[in-house]
């Protein structure tokens, strides 16, 4: 019961940015959207999250379209260290788990 | 954010025998944690939600009589894989939730089982 769609794989190269695509076309008012990354053999790691307003931290940014059934994930200068496979995850704020998908493997290139 | 530490790392067994994972927050309290497994090339899937001092609650499809999770503790989850068969063979990852508002779930490093 997925509720997100995202592509299987990208590249990117290092030092450009890199925008991860994500639709939840079924996404309820009180659902956020949350971006995790794993690399290779490690636990997941938390990225950032949204509900309407695009979000920026240190890692990323969110955006997130008006009608909320799709959001980018934008690294702005990947490097090699970005490499990993990026969950995107909707979830009801007062629900703890997090149901993962297949997510997207990004492979940054030199 | 959480530290959140997982021991051991990797552990290797013979078939039949039972292995205890531990997964510790270092640096804050959590009523709750998560346990997951993930096979080779798969996603994370949730086996259970670890509640401190109450019963584990298990995901449709996990046993609880082979994973036996125990919440003792603010600060400790196990996870006993017991009489493991080499399909239990996978990485195990657990994550803790802080709760008060903060919705984030931060994660252990993961421990590899293998069982030959």
């Known amino acids: 019961d997925a509720k997100t769609t995202q592509p299987p794989s990208m590249d990117c190269a290092e030092g450009r940015a890199a925008n991860l695509p994500c639709n939840h076309s079924?996404?309820?008012?009180?659902?956020?959207v949350y971006w995790y990354r794993q690399i290779h053999s490690q636990g997941p790691q938390y990225i950032i999250h949204?509900?309407?307003n695009n979000e920026t931290n240190e890692m990323a940014s969110l955006i997130i379209t008006e009608d909320r059934k799709s959001s980018t994930l934008i690294l702005p200068h990947a490097t090699l260290r970005d490499t990993a496979v990026y969950y995107c995850?909707?979830?009801?704020?007062?629900?703890?788990?997090?149901?993962f998908g297949a997510g997207t493997t990004v492979t940054v290139r030199a | 954010g959480a530290v959140v530490s997982q021991h051991p790392s990797r552990v290797i067994c013979k078939s039949g025998t039972s292995v205890k994972i531990e997964c510790r927050s270092l640096?804050?309290?959590?009523?709750?944690m998560f346990w997951y497994r993930q096979f080779p090339k798969q996603s994370l899937m949730l086996m259970a939600t670890?509640?401190?001092?109450?019963?584990?609650?298990?995901e449709q499809g996990v046993e609880k009589d082979k994973f036996l999770i125990n919440h003792a503790s603010l600060t400790l989850s196990t996870l006993t894989v017991t009489s493991a068969h080499p399909e239990d063979s996978s990485f195990y990852i657990c994550?803790?939730?802080?709760?008060?508002?903060?919705?984030?779930?931060?994660f252990g490093p993961g421990t590899r089982l293998t069982v030959l």
């Open positions: 670890s509640n401190e001092g109450s019963k584990a609650t298990y």
């Open positions: 995850i909707v979830r009801d704020n007062n629900d703890y788990k997090l149901s």
């Open positions: 994550s803790v939730a802080p709760g008060l508002g903060n919705n984030e779930q931060f």
């Open positions: 949204g509900l309407k």
């Open positions: 079924t996404i309820s008012g009180n659902e956020y």
């Open positions: 640096d804050f309290q959590a009523t709750t």
